[in-house]
């Protein structure tokens, strides 16, 4: 299939031009290879058999391909990082490695960080405008810059458009497959986690089922800051033989390693007021897909006829499921322009932000994810109180919702669409 551009494009061209070795960590099938690909002559495929036996037996061999070399899962011989950190000590021209990985080693499989030699990025499935469903109008490096810009752009999307995509994954390889060719490859995708891809990165399972079920009770928990014990709790309702928590913990950080999960930090600003803040990550998978798949949650038990919620439990489910899909595209966005990504909560609970977009300047955006297409007073409440507490550290507030249009409300709180911010 042809290579799809990805938002990831620009920064990995704009470090490789400058810098001798670049490595993309991600989930598998996220897109990895094909965007390193795009970029090398050499290539050396660890998860090939003859050649991983091969490089295994003698890692230095991996320094007579051609440059730029792409090393493709690095992982499964952990020596080559350190080969190549060598390799970059004695000689810093840009451009000679890329590698790539669908898991970190476990502590100690290399001998050095790679700080200093090796700049590492992040790959997250593709954001909307990736998958060519919408067409920004509102900039989200622009928005960092402050100044409140003017928004302006209307979207063709609607509820139904992005529920379609919250349980269609925004892996290249499964995009336009029919409903039950996704299902199928989904399922496949999550058994190959347990049955496979836990076990290469060190954890051994006893019972693969219960690692399943302690998934599905992940996935429940999306975009909330549900505790550990909770999760482990839902996903074993009722059972005297429950697995230790340090267990579960070895599940947490096993599905860490392999990047399907996907927390967001809470955000602790530096010198202010703000003191009593929750410190629980939200939780996300890698994929809002991947999320709706273990629940067993398709279009049909979402959204009826009319492109509504069927009820209550639906509408919290799709909520949820639609602030993941908004916290990976502004995921995306926001590392290309250099910014990380938080979100606030207090203590007892009474302010939340859903997303806190911070520049490296300590200065921040606040943006609030609503399910819904209109937006009142009520909706904007947590960004006026976050404002009077930062004052002019707050760049911007906006809400992004499910509606047709972009706008400035006279308070200056923005609205945007999701299908318009990029």
């Known amino acids: 299939m042809p290579y799809l551009p990805r938002i990831i494009d620009g920064e990995l061209d704009e470090l490789f031009s400058e810098l001798p070795a670049v490595a993309l960590d991600g989930p598998k099938g996220v897109g990895k290879t094909s965007t390193a690909r795009e970029r090398a002559v050499g290539l050396a495929q660890l998860d090939s058999t003859s050649t991983r036996e091969s490089i295994a037996a003698d890692p230095e061999l991996i320094l007579s391909r051609e440059r730029p070399l792409l090393i493709d899962e690095w992982q499964k011989v952990p020596s080559v990082w350190d080969v190549v950190r060598r390799a970059v000590d004695a000689d810093r021209t840009p451009g000679q490695f890329l590698l790539t990985g669908s898991a970190t080693p476990e502590p100690g499989a290399t001998a050095h960080s790679g700080a200093g030699r090796i700049v590492r990025l992040r790959m997250r499935p593709m954001t909307l405008s990736e998958r060519g469903v919408a067409d920004p109008t509102v900039s989200l490096r622009e928005l960092l810059r402050g100044g409140r810009p003017r928004l302006h752009g209307e979207s063709r999307l609607r509820l139904a458009d992005y529920t379609a995509e919250m349980i269609s994954p925004g892996l290249p390889g499964l995009r336009g497959l029919s409903p039950r060719a996704t299902r199928a490859q989904l399922d496949s995708y999550l058994l190959g986690v347990v049955d496979r891809d836990v076990p ?32 482990l709790d839902a996903a074993t309702p009722g059972s005297s033989d429950k697995p230790a928590k340090t267990t579960t913990a070895a599940y947490r950080d096993a599905l860490t390693q392999i990047w399907l999960l996907d927390p967001v930090p809470a955000w602790a600003p530096i010198g202010s007021e703000l003191t009593r803040l929750g410190q629980a990550p939200k939780h996300h998978l890698a994929d809002p897909a991947l999320a709706a798949r273990l629940l067993g949650i398709g279009f049909d038990a979402l959204i009826d006829g009319e492109g509504r919620p069927l ?36 203590r007892n609970g009474d302010h939340e932000i859903d997303l806190v977009v911070v520049r490296d300047d300590g200065r921040v955006l606040a943006i609030e994810v609503k399910l819904a297409s209109t937006i009142t007073d009520r909706d904007t409440r947590h960004l006026h109180w976050l404002g009077k507490h930062l004052g002019p550290r707050l760049l911007d507030a906006i809400v992004v919702n499910t509606g047709p249009t972009a706008y400035r409300r006279t308070d200056g709180i923005g609205v945007v669409p999701l299908g318009l911010l990029g």
């Open 311 to 346: 009820g209550p439990q639906e509408s919290t489910m799709l909520g949820r499921l639609f602030e993941s899909l908004v916290t990976l595209c502004v995921r995306v966005t926001a590392q290309a322009a250099e910014a990380s990504v938080g979100h606030l909560r207090t």
């Open 200 to 231: 290469e990165a060190g954890l051994q399972l006893r019972r693969p089922e219960v690692m399943l079920d302690w998934l599905r009770a992940y996935a429940a928990a999306t975009a909330s800051t549900a505790s550990y014990t909770e999760i």
